[in-house]
């Protein structure tokens, strides 16, 4: 079976975004692609990457792109909660508190760093995350839409950092790296940013409000009963693996059905075919995978475990009737 990969052609109106964002992302197709399906899942992103690879430059291209409010958090230790999510102040003229939005209360919302502070603040922005509001003083704030956040982490340094308990991972839709760039990509990185940066130039090519009529196109894209019996089949068995001490939750079958839709919708399909399930399973279950002791010394990896599992589930095979639901709808 010829597998989808991230050079496969795009809908217009994906495709109009994605050239945008690679104006000043260079050689990133998969990361770009990535972060446009998470945004039209309605999820959330971890990038864990060393510094200086374009993490902020993604975010803030892909903002840019949909016409978002771009807000950054920059997470150290001594940060508080209300930081975060905002404080009520006293306005002594009309003698009442006043709610003072904090940066979360952005569209596109970059958290850097967000394993450098305090257990207490990570899940303040959780929260925000998980029910898309803020509440301060008994009163409830809803966050703007579409409201994405895109967290960054650095996997070299871990002194002074507080790491991500699982059932805060698994609260997010997707995790990818962003990778070095290869010598002639780096080159045209240099040609480009010669007369100053590829983001001031940039114009939106949507709107906020178009992307959330995508959302909902995204979510009417039809998936087969069959794809549907396959994608839990690939969750079910991240939990029975003999190396696997936590398997994929019931989160992670919704992350993947959302995500091979929006997929889908991207490359320009109404309906999910397995290879939409098979692309997108490394970055959807691997962070919310724990290997035994023993796996993890042997040297088993996730990624190794998630491929493993994705060859020994057997693909259904689906007639072009099946895969578009003629017979079913």
Known sequence: MD???FTDPLNHAAKSVVDNVEQVIVGKQEVVRLALVAVLAGGHVLIED????GKTMLVRALARSLGCEFKRIQFTPDLLPSDVTGVSIYNQKTQEFEFRPGPVFGQMVLADEINRTSPKTQSALLEAMEEFNVTADGQTYPLPQPFTVLATENPIEFEGTFPLPEAQL????????MGYPTVQEEVALLDRNRLGQPIDAIQPVTTPQ?????REECANVWVNPEVRHYLVEVITATRKHAHVYLGASPRASLALFKTAQALAWINGRDYVIPDDVRLLAPYVLAHRILLTAEARLSGASVADLVAEVLSRVPVPQLSNSAQVGLMSR
Request: net charge positive.
């Open 210 to 214: 178009k992307v959330l009529v995508w």
């Open 50 to 53: 060393v510094p200086g690879v």
């Open 3 to 5: 597998y989808l990969s």
């Open 170 to 177: 698994d609260r997010f839709l997707l995790k990818f790296s």
